[in-house]
């Protein structure tokens, strides 16, 4: 049990809610009224309708081994945040133990405690000392922090005056420069372009696996998530749901998004027709039902299609849409002497995996014979997620690089 | 591995406290060289604005108290009697109200990262008293220009400094952990401040109180409970020298409730630091 470096026993955070008082701190006017009125009415003096207990974290365990790196996921509000402020030590547990075994450096924020006023220079000074590094070490790093940072040039210059990339990238330096045994980092690589975060996480996975450091991350951008962490937990409501592989809690992730869709979409209307759709739904290569997917699975899209009888020439055809109903690709299956007349045939499309990329894709499937007569359709329907898995396009999360991979050959000096 | 052992439960006492405190010394230095900086960023006329406030209170002072006719001791010019009660409240006054501001001011902090919170109130007040060592220029200017020898009794003036910063310190932590809470202190601070000016001997001397045979002796009891009477009595006695005395049992009374001060502001200030990051 040497190697366990944090351990977590029944934690739990309570906030009190309040109502109809907005502001987060409590006036004395308020305290002073309140005790009055319970004075004068003892009905209320047990229940306060002001506020209500809210469990931000409720009964969380678990252990992390020296080395990990740990992705944690959840929807807004889940506790994620809560979580690591409990572990910074900022704020203090309602119940529970968490035992740690190592220096702790939080990095919940990018460049807390920069001042406006003050130079670059000064505030590495500043902030290094806030996230807990000596001046000794701050001055041995100095000159690494600020080549990583690249403002060498402003380095005298107040910070008010930086753009608000310089800003961060010399807030991120100062922290990717910090040499704790366990490091957890809230959401921070939000900000910045996406060439200098993936200098940043290409750090955090070096120091990680080159000096066996502990990592905890927290993000929204499940591609660097995938690429950092190899574990990761899933909390939702306060409470940690699974832990796992991270592409594993990243796909149960998407699918509890979304688990007010329907199951598969039947049709009961077009059973008149010589041919048509009796249900189309969207399932993962193990014909469980899914519409969310890796960039690297395989989607596939099953049909029940009805023939009462056999036509000549029909044809079985696929639109893929993206968000902006931009036509992706199209594919057709001829159906002569396919289906069996009178009884439900299952086919399956199998789109394969690594083409499309992260996007939100619908589609169009039609029973037509070619420019005679379309017999069937349903448009836009089928909408799938489809998530980046740790692509090595991960980092541009929100830059357009295209709607499909493309496996490209380079030629290097070929003439 | 266990050097760094760090144990979270709810309710118990970090009992390594203290020791944190002195990790994080290197933050308290930052944290008062920050302050420096920035206090005179962007003035022209920068760190003269230490000695010229204080200078502007201490002819208003001056004028008030010969307006009324306070006495003087024989031998002591009235603006030398004046200059060395206000300098020690003016780093009262100041280090109270900006203790008492400093939690909030800074609340980014106190969000966002783990330290001892009792270092935010205590680099303010290491700020406040490096404004006060500046502005005692003022007092060795005046002493050169009246061309006025101190005596040995000046080698006890670091004591009262002491005093002063126990009474601001313990004052501060006890207001800036209420201040947290309930914000109403913010508006109740500057009148205490303005308040205290004209009830401590700043004005006048201790002595007008003291010796008055029409003020019964239950008030001066009440009027020694000021803290800030104990220690400006005492810059006075060090500065001024023979003709000032120290009314002995307010004396006691003054540096008494200091140290009660700071005790029950550590203490509630304690108790209370877990919370803050919750109700900010």
Redo the contacts between chains.
């Keep these: 049990m040497s190697d366990t470096i944090i351990k977590v026993e029944n934690l739990s955070k309570r906030y009190f809610l309040k109502h109809k008082n907005a502001e987060g701190y409590v006036a004395l006017r308020d305290v002073i009224t309140d005790k009055v009125k319970s004075f004068v009415s003892s009905k209320n003096k047990k229940q306060n309708p002001k506020s209500e207990e809210f469990w931000a974290l409720q009964d969380v365990s678990f252990d992390i081994k020296q080395g990990e790196r740990v992705g944690i996921i959840g929807r807004n509000g889940a506790g994620k945040s809560t979580l690591l402020k409990v572990l910074s030590r900022i704020v203090s547990p309602t119940t529970g133990r968490i035992t740690i075994d190592g220096r702790v450096a939080s990095l919940l924020e990018v460049g807390t405690g920069f001042h406006p006023e003050l130079t670059g220079r000064e505030n590495v000074f500043l902030n290094g000392s806030i996230l807990g590094m000596s001046k000794f070490e701050i001055k041995r790093k100095f000159d690494e922090i600020v080549a990583f940072a690249e403002v060498e040039k402003f380095l005298d210059t107040p910070v008010k005056r930086y753009s608000s990339g310089m800003y961060v990238r010399l807030a991120f330096a100062v922290a990717a420069h910090l040499e704790p045994e366990i490091l957890i980092v809230d959401e921070v690589l939000a900000v910045g372009d996406a060439k200098f975060q993936k200098k940043c996480l290409g750090k955090m996975e070096d120091v990680s696996i080159n000096e066996g450091r502990t990592v905890l991350f927290v993000s929204h951008n499940m591609g660097q998530i995938s690429t950092l962490c190899d574990q990761a937990m899933l909390l939702d409501k306060g409470r940690i749901i699974n832990r796992d592989s991270s592409s594993k809690i990243i796909q149960q992730y998407y699918q509890g998004n979304n688990d007010d869709m329907s199951t598969s979409l039947v049709f009961n209307d077009a059973n008149d027709k010589e041919i048509y759709f009796k249900s189309i739904k969207t399932v993962d290569i193990n014909d469980d039902r899914c519409d969310n997917f890796a960039h690297d699975a395989s989607i596939c899209i099953d049909f029940q299609i009805n023939s009462n009888q056999n036509l000549p020439d029909v044809l079985l055809g696929v639109h893929a849409y993206d968000k902006s109903d931009k036509r992706i690709f199209t594919t057709e299956l001829p159906l002569t002497n396919v289906l069996k007349i009178g009884q439900s045939n299952n086919i399956k499309l199998i789109i394969p995996p690594n083409i499309l990329t992260p996007n939100n894709y619908k589609f169009t499937c039609g029973l037509h014979i070619p420019n005679v007569q379309m017999i069937d359709e349903h448009r836009g329907i089928c909408p799938v997620t489809i998530f980046d898995n740790g692509s090595k396009f991960a980092n541009y999360n929100n830059l357009d690089y295209g709607c499909v991979f493309i496996d490209c050959k380079w030629d290097i000096n070929s003439k | 591995?266990?050097k760094?052992?760090?144990?979270?439960?709810?309710g118990t006492e970090n009992s390594n406290y203290w020791k944190d405190l002195w990790k994080y010394k290197?933050?308290f230095?930052?944290l008062a060289?920050?302050d420096i900086?920035?206090r005179y960023?962007?003035t022209a006329i920068g760190v003269l604005w230490s000695v010229i406030r204080p200078l502007l209170t201490i002819f208003v002072m001056y004028f008030i108290g010969w307006l009324f006719g306070s006495k003087v001791p024989d031998g002591v010019p009235r603006i030398l009697l004046v200059c060395a009660a206000t300098l020690p409240w003016q780093f009262f006054s100041s280090s109270f109200s900006e203790t008492s501001n400093s939690l909030i001011v800074n609340s980014?902090?106190?969000?966002?990262?783990?330290?001892p919170r009792l270092i935010v109130p205590a680099s303010t007040v290491i700020v406040c008293l490096i404004d006060f060592l500046i502005s005692f220029v003022i007092l060795i200017g005046f002493m050169v220009y009246y061309q006025y020898i101190p005596d040995y009794k000046m080698l006890f003036l670091p004591l009262f400094l002491l005093l002063a910063i126990i009474t601001s310190m313990g004052t501060g932590l006890y207001i800036s952990a209420l201040n947290?809470?309930?914000?109403?202190f913010r508006y109740i601070i500057p009148f205490v401040v303005q308040f205290g000016l004209y009830v401590s001997p700043v004005a006048f001397s201790s002595n007008d109180i003291f010796k008055s045979e029409k003020i019964p002796e239950y008030v001066k009891y009440i009027y020694s409970l000021n803290p800030m009477v104990g220690v400006i009595d005492g810059f006075r006695w060090c500065i001024l020298g023979g003709e000032t005395t120290i009314f002995i049992p307010g004396f006691i009374v003054s540096i008494a409730i200091s140290i009660l001060f700071l005790f029950i502001g550590i203490w509630y200030f304690r108790k209370m630091e877990?919370?803050f990051?919750?109700?900010?």
């Design positions: 591995m266990s760094y052992r760090i144990v979270i439960e709810s290197g933050l230095y930052f060289w920050r900086l920035v960023k962007q980014n902090l106190l969000t966002k990262v783990y330290f947290v809470k309930y914000r109403d877990k919370t990051a919750d109700i900010i």
